[in-house]
């Protein structure tokens, strides 16, 4: 029987053609590095629309705010107005969404915060130094907060409740080191850091996958409601999900089993934050009858690049076979150099000015831009020697990470602010800003209202509106709580009539950003920015970025607005509010995709990146430094190997090298040193044993003392 393919579906593959049109039951497309799995995605959802589904009956989960985006726009040019009614979203804001419309069955208010990472460690700091009573500092002989924090995460990731860690800590076969000392402190921490998330009305960022699971679980008519919502439920990058994730998308498909994931067992390289390879692999125990497609066509790199990295990904034994080809044509060989440092110069010096060497001379003989190169390591602390040799031969770059614009010290207490204003419940942000800018509110005195709030059983606010029955409180110390008080009751009323006038004035101008404006004077950050920075250089750039802040709440209200719909339209829509803002900025999304979301796309410079920021990019040239054992793979894989075998880590930088190596699309670098200094002393290396898995023929060998190409 010849199948008729719409006309829409003729530029896809065989097999990309055959993934748009699988809409029913459930659907694994297997879509390799470069073989156009968004394309891909994109025409499901228009076949979709085009077969008559109503397009608010569809879901479509990815894993960042851009890629969400992305298919937003391809899908209009596609469809057109139709897209507007189609559920694009990250997991996260997904689970907002879930939470801020039934949340309330379990005990989360509506207007609950969303504490990103800096606010987690505070309270686990908290948690740990007031409650469990342990030192929260990092340290010899002190204990690590993130480390605590991740190991809450873990759980929280596979579905946990501190019940069941603390059996999970009082079963296992602990060895008695440093890391079983975590497992023991984490768990006592894991209970009391819930309490306190709950008593501050917030979630942290795995709760808003739990939660929603725990909602959907306890609840059917909400079940119901979201099967009444979506009819077909598709998720991007599955490769990259947890357990909590796994059981979300298995809650939302239901009983119709709509669910079309995407993704790609080779490029799983997340395990560290909690993902689970067994997602993808075990999909077709998880959804019996699911159909499997498999996009091998890369339209990305040159065979001799695919080549190389189906040689190496070849070695790990967990994965679903496919083999990547292209019409790219043969490409030049992989080219590997190995620097000795036998000269004056250390080997990474030499690696560095290679580097940059080449990418000047490729640049100038292919008539390139800067931005067609970038170079790829596998840890932030290699990029010293290679920022110093793009700088001594004056070519521009960018270096993907570092601090995030939402991290800075002035916009997390500006944000910290305006939760308070929305949700005074919220202890973490409540305490950092009562003394900043300092009003006569010290850390004995804040101790004091603490332990006061614990014995009576009631929230900090509170102990701080009824500070004149406080005992041991001065008369000078509970008029400066007071003072505090009344700024924060005052923002709310105006915030509140801010409200009031939208619904009876609707898009009229940016009234947030005016109140936004306002409340920054009337609390004097400027005024602290300034008084705290004896540069005035430093003092300036904090000043730019909290009135880029507020002027972001303005740009927030105006595109919401232009997304009303129109009268015809059923789609979804709420007009803009504070808590809305917030939620976008507590959804921004990781690190990288903070940075990358910073960049202006027309910036021509080469970009620096760890292997684990380059998934989802692709170059003209890639070089990827440090090929080396216990860089890549890194020595702290290797010495899991025999800690913890059933985590196949080396399996896992296989797959970073795999990454790295399929986000060329022309030519590959990579290279290695002999020595490498620690310490300030030269010490041996060897060569990454990833490098013996790539044949031969694909190989050319270099040197230092070989000429550039």
């Known amino acids: 029987m010849v199948l008729h393919i719409p006309h829409y579906l003729r530029d896809l593959n065989p097999r990309q053609q055959e993934a748009a049109l699988a809409i ?36 479509a989960v990815t894993f960042t705010n851009r890629a969400a985006g992305e298919m937003r726009e391809r899908v209009a040019t596609v469809v057109g107005r139709d897209a507007k009614g ?35 460690l ?72 819930e309490e306190s998330l709950r008593a501050a009305g917030a979630c942290d960022f795995d709760d808003l996958l739990l939660l929603p699971v ?21 998720v991007d990058e599955y490769q990259d999900t947890n357990g909590a994730q796994l059981e979300l998308a298995r809650l939302l498909a239901g009983p119709r089993q709509n669910l079309c994931v995407v993704g790609d067992d080779d490029q799983s390289i997340y395990a560290w934050r909690g993902a689970d390879l067994r997602n993808i692999l075990d999909f077709e125990r998880h959804f019996p009858g699911a159909r499997v497609v498999i996009l091998e066509e890369n339209y990305r790199s040159t065979q001799r690049i695919l080549d190389a990295a ?11 076979a496919k083999r990547m080809h292209t019409g790219n044509g043969l490409g030049p060989k992989v080219d590997y150099w190995e620097f000795g440092g ?32 970038a170079i790829l390591y596998r840890t932030n602390l290699q990029s010293r020697p290679l920022e110093e040799a793009l700088r001594a031969a004056n070519i521009p770059y960018r270096v993907v990470g570092g601090t995030s614009y939402f991290d800075r010290k002035e916009i997390a207490d500006l944000v910290a602010y305006l939760r308070v204003v929305i949700n005074a419940r919220d202890e973490v942000s409540l305490r950092r800003i009562v003394n900043y800018p300092t ?163 027309e910036d021509d410079r080469v970009t620096l990146l760890t292997l ?15 090929m080396e054992e216990e860089i890549l793979p890194h020595a702290r894989s290797i010495t899991e190997v025999t800690e913890r075998p059933e985590l196949d880590p080396l399996a896992e930088e296989r797959r970073l090298f795999y990454v790295g190596i399929t986000r060329a699309r022309h030519r590959l670098t990579l290279s290695g040193c002999r020595t490498r200094k620690r310490g300030g002393e030269p010490v041996p290396r060897q060569p990454s044993r990833f490098l013996k898995e790539i044949p031969p023929e694909l190989m050319e060998i270099r040197s230092s003392g070989t000429g550039s190409s």
């Open 24 to 59: 029913e039951g459930p659907v694994l497309v297997l879509a390799g590095a470069g073989s156009g799995k968004t394309r891909t995605l994109v025409l499901r959802i228009a076949h979709l629309l085009r077969s008559g589904v109503d397009a608010q009956r569809v879901l």
């Open 612 to 626: 684990h920021s380059a998934k989802g990019l692709e170059f003209t040239h890639v070089f990827l430094v440090g």
């Open 86 to 120: 189609v559920t694009l979203s990250t997991f996260h804001s997904l689970g907002v969404r879930i939470l801020r419309d039934s949340g309330e069955l379990i005990g989360l208010p509506k207007d609950f915060s969303i504490y990103a990472t800096a606010d987690q």
């Open 342 to 373: 036998n000269g004056p110069r250390s080997s990474e010096e030499e690696e560095a000015e290679m580097v940059a060497r080449e990418t000047g001379v490729r640049r100038f003989h292919e008539k390139l831009a800067w931005n067609d190169f």
């Open 214 to 234: 725990s909602l959907l679980r306890q609840h059917a008519e909400a079940r119901e409601r979201l099967w009444r919502r979506w009819h077909y439920i598709m």
């Open 439 to 601: 009003r006569g509110v010290g850390r004995t005195t804040l101790l004091r209202l603490v332990e006061a709030a614990r014995a009576r059983g009631e929230t900090v606010w509170e102990t701080f509106r009824g500070v004149d029955a406080i005992e041991g409180v001065t008369g000078p110390q509970a008029a400066a709580v007071l003072r505090f008080v009344n700024l924060i009751e005052q923002a709310k009323k105006g915030l509140a009539q801010v409200d009031a006038a939208r619904e009876e004035q609707p898009n009229t101008g940016w009234p947030i950003e005016a109140w936004v404006r306002g409340f920054v004077a009337d609390v004097k950050l400027e005024d602290a920015v300034r008084s705290e920075n004896a540069s005035e250089r430093v003092a300036q750039i904090r000043l730019e970025n909290i009135r880029d802040f507020v002027a972001s709440v303005g740009t927030y209200e105006g595109r919401t607005w232009s997304e009303q719909p129109l009268p015809d339209e059923e789609t979804e829509w709420t007009a803009p509010t504070l808590t809305g803002f917030l939620e976008r900025v507590s959804l921004i999304g990781e690190p990288e995709e903070r940075s990358r979301n910073e960049e202006d796309p």
């Open 310 to 320: 189906n040689a190496v990904i070849a070695n790990n034994a967990a994965r679903k």
């Open 122 to 193: 505070a309270l686990v700091r908290r948690v740990m130094t007031e409650e469990v009573h342990v030192t929260a500092t990092a340290g010899d002989d002190r204990y690590d907060a993130k480390r605590v924090l991740h190991e809450i995460s873990r759980w929280k990731n596979q579905l946990m409740s501190p019940a069941e860690a603390n059996t999970e800590v009082a079963e296992g076969r602990m060895r008695h080191n440093r890391s079983d000392d975590y497992a023991v402190l984490a768990a006592a921490v894991y209970e009391r850091y």
